[in-house]
T-cell receptor
Framework: GAVVSQHPSWVICKSGTSVKIECRSL??????MFWYRQFPKQSLMLMAT?????????EQGVEKDKFLINHASLTLSTLTVTSAHPEDSSFYIC???????????FGPGTRLTVT | AQSVTQPDIHITVSEGASLELRCNYS??????LFWYVQSPGQGLQLLLK??????LVQGIKGFEAEFKRSQSSFNLRKPSVHWSDAAEYFC????????????FGKGTTLSVSS
């Protein structure tokens, strides 16, 4: 079946630095990808919708200058957490929707720890 | 407003007993419905989905779910629970359009007692 990959699977960074997370759709072209954040023992919260070739659409309360999203190609979207702080520590999950089957595939997630 | 409600935060079931996890949704368009399972520290695994047709859908690991439009529900069931089923379960709803994200419920934690 279709696969969405994420890299890295986990990352530890120091406060004030930036971290980039990659999300790739391996078997299909995704004009739209989604970024979610999940805090421990909580549900997935949609952060933004990443659109290939255009600006991302952010959910209310998500700082677009802090969480930079780039969807440079039909198979790659990146999320950059800029000037990371400990409260940004979370599990970040991307997903992509297959435009032919409508099924949404999720990446394995990236565990970010900011020290 | 679009939303998914999972009324049960935590459920404990004896191994071998039957299971039903509840999910209610509020969605303006024709809903596509999903159930995912997540083990601690892991990503999401799709259990089953409903797009159209037969309202009783079969999934992996012996799970099934029934779509009831009149009740806006999509409850997940399993006739006999195994200890390995202990995990977090999420119900999600989305639209047909590829550009729309899934909306997730808050999840139900399933514990299995021996």
């Amino acid at each position: 079946g279709a696969v969405v990959s994420q890299h890295p699977s986990w990352v530890i960074c120091k406060s004030g630095t930036s971290v980039k997370i990659e999300c790739r759709s391996l078997d299909f072209q995704a004009t739209t990808m989604f970024w979610y954040r999940q805090f421990p023992k909580q549900s997935l919260m949609l952060m933004a919708t990443s659109n290939e070739g255009s600006k991302a659409t952010y959910e209310q309360g998500v700082e677009k200058d802090k969480f930079l999203i780039n969807h440079a190609s039909l198979t790659l979207s990146t999320l950059t957490v800029t000037s990371a702080h400990p409260e940004d520590s979370s599990f970040y999950i991307c997903s992509a929707r297959d435009p032919l089957t409508y099924e949404q595939y999720f990446g394995p997630g990236t565990r970010l720890t900011v020290t | 407003a679009q939303s998914v409600t999972q009324p049960d935060i935590h459920i404990t079931v004896s191994e071998g007993a039957s299971l039903e996890l509840r999910c209610n949704y509020s969605y303006g368009a024709t809903p596509y419905l999903f159930w995912y399972v997540q083990s601690p520290g892991q990503g999401l695994q799709l259990l089953l989905k409903y797009f159209s047709g037969d309202t009783l859908v079969q999934g992996i690991k012996g799970f099934e779910a029934e779509f009831k439009r009149s009740q806006s529900s999509f409850n997940l069931r399993k006739p006999s629970v195994h200890w390995s089923d202990a995990a977090e379960y999420f119900c999600a709803v989305g639209a047909r359009q590829a550009g729309t994200a899934l909306i997730f419920g808050k999840g139900t934690t399933l514990s299995v007692s021996s």
